[in-house]
């Protein structure tokens, strides 16, 4: 059976198409840059265990351009991995913000899909192309059958000592305010991989996801306790352009003492803040670069962004009662050996050491880089939301 998962974030579409069950990806891709002058695609097909990578660049002003340029690439008889479009049983979609109303993997249906658009407010960056990607989806694949993944369900688990806010009760009841946390599906996939590597279904983990957004959960027996996100996206660590916790006096100082508008406001503390507002450059490549050149503004921000995360290491080894394990993953976490080097630095304390030298072994696969005497094991795997999505989609449709 072919599963198409489908990842649609503000200004990108990923995709992967998986023979299931054996889990097979028959190709993978990346439309970048969507609505800007010069879009991209690379599509990567992987024929009897052999990878062929196909690139173009063009303008695709949309996330309907981008679903429809996909399928016929999917299609394609050169790179193509399909005849038509019938053979696609299902689609999983990744929706960011499922608020309450979703704890687990759901078969799309017109009143959910009602349900996604009234969480729009909640995840303004996310869910209106998530939305988009589905219903152009059930235009283009009719007959396939459309499942929602939420970034919200994983952390449906935390108690109200984790969820809930000290703001008037009415908050939460009438208006639904609480944390939800986020990249639950990320958390969900390496907490799993590193219980397994454990071989302990009961083990105290702290998962740290770095990509573009940045997010960390204490899991507990498997499940998600507490996390750094909460209403929205935006909260806790220091990201690309996202501010992470800052004192909310701050906006109304903005909106009343210095005349800057609620939509300003949001705008500085999702897309200008982060490396992007202290270094002036959001992707970690660039600000790492920055510091070779001497940049003291990029140091800066490098070191924040490691501090933020130890500083959450400490709260969460603190509502997990002990730690088994940290787990490093996305684009930084898998990738960047100094930042990892950076979080663990001085953290004894705590139990983690780090191995310098197996830290610099760079190797794709779940590994260990913590001295042998470390308490605390510290693990690098690489995430696959993808795999994760689409094994929901498939254990959800088979029922
Ligand atoms: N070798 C590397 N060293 C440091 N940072 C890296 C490296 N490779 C990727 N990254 C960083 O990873 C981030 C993107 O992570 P990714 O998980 O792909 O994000 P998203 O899925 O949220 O778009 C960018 O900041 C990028 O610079
Ligand atoms: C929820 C979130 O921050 O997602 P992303 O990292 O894809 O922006
Ligand atoms: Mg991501």
Not at 3 to 8: G, K
């Amino acid at each position: 059976m072919k599963i198409l998962v489908l990842n649609s974030g503000s200004s990108s579409l990923k995709y992967q198409l998986f023979e299931m069950p054996n889990e097979q990806a028959l190709c993978t891709g990346l439309v970048d840059r969507i609505g800007l002058e010069h879009s991209s695609i690379t599509h990567k097909t992987f024929f009897k265990g052999k990878e062929s990578k196909h690139q173009v660049e063009l303008a695709i002003p949309d996330h309907e351009g981008a679903l429809l340029r996909v399928t016929e690439l999917l299609k394609d008889p050169k790179v193509g991995v399909l005849k038509d479009n019938t053979e696609i049983e299902a689609i999983g979609h990744r929706v960011v913000h499922g608020g309450e109303q979703f704890a687990a993997t759901t078969l799309i249906t017109e009143e959910v899909k009602a349900k996604i658009k009234g969480l729009f407010a909640l995840a303004p960056l996310h869910n209106p192309p998530n939305y988009l990607g589905i219903t152009v989806a059930e235009r283009v694949f009719p007959q396939a059958k459309q499942v929602a993944v939420f970034d919200t369900a994983f952390h449906q688990s935390m108690p109200a000592l984790a969820y809930r806010y000290a703001l008037p009760k009415s908050m939460y009841t009438d208006l639904g305010i609480r944390a939800y946390g986020f990249h639950g599906t990320s958390h969900q996939y390496v907490s799993k991989k590193a219980s397994e590597y454990l071989n302990n279904s009961k083990a105290k983990i702290i998962t740290i996801h770095l990509g573009n957004g940045c997010s960390m959960t204490a899991v507990d027996s498997g499940k998600s306790v507490d996390t750094s996100m909460g209403l929205g996206p935006m909260g806790g660590l220091v990201m690309g352009t996202r501010a992470g916790d800052i004192d909310p006096s701050i906006i109304f100082h903005l909106i009343n003492e210095r005349g800057f508008s609620a939509q300003e406001v949001n705008d500085i503390l999702n897309k200008k803040s982060g490396l992007l507002g202290l270094s002036g450059l959001s992707d970690m490549r660039d600000v790492k670069n920055a510091i070779t050149e001497g940049s003291p503004d990029a140091k800066l921000a490098y070191e924040l962004y490691a501090y933020r995360i130890q500083k959450y290491i400490g709260a969460f080894a603190a509502v997990l009662k002990g730690l088994d394990a940290i787990v490093f993953t996305a684009g930084v976490g898998e990738n960047d050996a100094d930042m990892r080097e950076a979080v663990c630095k001085n953290m004894d304390f705590f139990g983690i050491m780090l191995d310098t030298k197996l830290n610099r072994a760079g190797n794709k696969n779940i590994r260990e880089v913590n001295k042998s005497s470390s308490a605390v094991k510290i693990l690098v795997i690489p995430t696959n939301e993808e795999l994760e999505i689409g094994q929901q989609t498939f254990e959800l449709i088979r029922k």
